[in-house]
């Protein structure tokens, strides 16, 4: 089980990563963030629901992601990384909540992180 949550944490990085740069680029340069399914991932990241504590999500996922990569790696036992990934999957279904019902809008790069982030919850347990 554990290559597939350091497999899942290397995929969440890079969404993540990839999602803050595609964000980036968009607001310096107006070129328009590319959605896998058509929706609107400009709206959905640039809201206000993109930040928490002042924080950007995504920035608040690749940290996530690599403390999880450099545990699985290490074995460093970090504060109960079951309750870790309890929490980011929790947020994800809140996030999504947010997408169906407050935007009604979707991005696919934060649909690819809700699922990762419940996939790693499921083989933590």
Known sequence: ????IFILSV????NAFYLYWQH?????TGQKMFCLIGGDCGAVVGSKY???FGIKNEII??????LLGIYILTGIVLPPIKII????ALFSLYLLYI??????K????????????LLIFYFLK
């Open 61 to 66: 996922g690749m940290i996530y992601y690599a």
């Open 85 to 88: 990934a309890g929490v980011a």
């Open 24 to 28: 980036k680029r968009e607001v310096n």
């Open 11 to 14: 995929l969440g990085f890079s």
């Open 1 to 4: 089980m554990t290559i597939i």
């Open 50 to 52: 993109g930040k928490t």
């Open 99 to 104: 997408q169906v019902v407050v935007l009604k």
């Open 106 to 117: 979707f991005c696919s790069w934060c649909l690819i992180a809700i699922a990762i982030n």
